[in-house]
């Protein structure tokens, strides 16, 4: 079990990674102001998803797995209208991914089964690690759209070899 609780943790600590990579080469295509635009007043600006995706990472890992202070005003991540520029944005994230990595880092594998309570939810740390992951996901693709839809631009991640394989070229900065 020991193994791949471990496998899981680094699969996550990478995945994390991985959007926050894709969202930082995002964010240098747009002004602030594409990054506050909504399609519709239903919907949410960049601006909103990364100030949501920093106060849920930060609640559900720093908060309910590390067990810091939860500081989120969830009210306010959605409500925010011409916030906050891109690069301050992009710090607030990072540095928040910078803590889950941490708490992450520093978590035993035995733990993934300990309980725990977030935003009233009964779950277990695995379950905590899995939620941000996947809510990370969601979210970075909608940020990846919003940012094709305002430059009307091919992100270039990725790029096929003619061999068939698939070069990940965000990775290469």
């Not at 710090?91 to 991914?97: D, I, S």
């Given at each position: 079990m020991s193994d791949l609780a471990t496998l899981f943790l680094t699969n996550s600590r990478a995945h994390l990674d991985t959007y926050r990579t894709k969202i930082r080469r995002a964010l240098q295509l747009l002004t602030?102001?594409?990054v506050w635009w909504r399609p519709n007043a239903a919907s949410n600006s960049i601006g909103n998803l990364?100030?949501?995706l920093s106060?849920?990472?930060r609640q559900w890992i720093v908060h309910g797995v590390g067990e810091a202070a939860d500081v989120r005003t969830r009210q306010t991540e959605f409500?925010?209208?011409?916030?906050?520029?891109?690069d301050d944005l992009l710090?607030?994230?990072?540095?928040?991914?910078q803590e889950v990595d941490a708490v992450l880092a520093g978590l035993p594998p035995s733990h993934l089964s300990d309980p725990r309570t977030i935003q009233g939810l009964e779950t277990t740390v695995l379950?905590?690690?899995y939620h941000?992951?996947?809510?990370m996901a969601t979210h970075?693709?909608?940020i990846l759209y919003i940012a094709k839809l305002r430059t009307g631009r091919d992100l270039g991640f990725y790029r096929e070899e003619a061999d068939g394989r698939i070069r990940e070229l965000w990775r290469e900065g």
């Open positions: 602030d102001e594409d990364l100030l949501h106060g849920n990472a409500a925010t209208e011409n916030g906050p520029g891109k710090r607030l994230f990072e540095a928040t991914l379950g905590a690690v941000v992951v996947e809510h970075t693709g909608q």
